[in-house]
């Protein structure tokens, strides 16, 4: 007996997240900065808009981070489809912002960055790209939750509205080192597997 249309659509709907699990998250999350200050972050994800394997979480996208500045502005960022939101700090009188990429095309699309994080500064009117080189060196150590939808606790705590900083770095516990904080020597998504998944320059 020759598998129906209908057996091949629920094959593609499981191949698809955006079939499953599409939803808004929104909670208030509690952020230590480099020099032991905190501030909250009112923050959001969207679930089920981006493919991921059969039996993982709902793939999450499209975070937002709204905060204010030392001087008492509100601003906001907005990751889209190609980033996922790791630091949000202050110095000098500046902010920042390190994302990673979310998978190995972004990566690849923006310029296979080393180290393999995406540094940006707020400029008074609008989020800048900058350089590794641009960024301080005082800012290191990874501040804000990781995946909430695939860890119990953090998607528990975001549900109930906010991720105090124990929270935050609770969710941590399960990742690699360099995704814990920046390292210059972190594993590459644009090299290959021949060459160790160091960094390797465009030709």
């Not at 996922?84 to 500046?94: H, N």
């Not at 995946?147 to 528990?156: H, K, L, Q």
């Not at 906010?162 to 990742?175: G, Q």
């Amino acid at each position: 007996m020759r598998p129906s249309r209908q057996f091949f659509a629920v094959l593609a709907c499981l191949a698809l997240s955006s079939c499953f699990g599409r939803a808004t998250y929104r909670w208030t999350e509690e952020v230590l900065l480099h020099d032991g200050r905190m501030i909250l972050v009112e923050r959001s994800v969207r679930t089920g808009e981006v493919p991921v394997e059969i039996g993982q979480p709902p793939g999450e996208s499209d975070y937002t981070l709204t905060f204010k500045t030392p001087d008492g502005k509100t601003i906001t960022w907005e990751s889209g489809k190609a980033f996922r939101p790791f630091i949000v700090d202050f110095y000098g009188g500046e902010t920042y912002l390190v994302a990673r990429g979310a998978t190995g095309p972004d990566y690849e699309k923006h310029g296979c960055p080393k180290p393999p994080y995406f540094f940006f500064r707020w400029t008074g009117s609008e989020w800048r790209r900058i350089e590794y080189e641009q960024f301080p060196k005082e800012i290191r150590k990874r501040n804000l939750s990781a995946s909430v939808t695939g860890d119990e606790d953090a998607f528990a705590a975001a549900k109930r509205g906010r991720l105090t900083a124990e929270d935050v770095t609770r969710s941590h516990r399960w990742l690699s080192p360099y995704y814990k904080e920046v390292m210059e020597d972190a594993p590459n998504p644009c090299a290959t597997w021949a060459d160790d998944h160091r960094y390797q320059g465009k030709k």
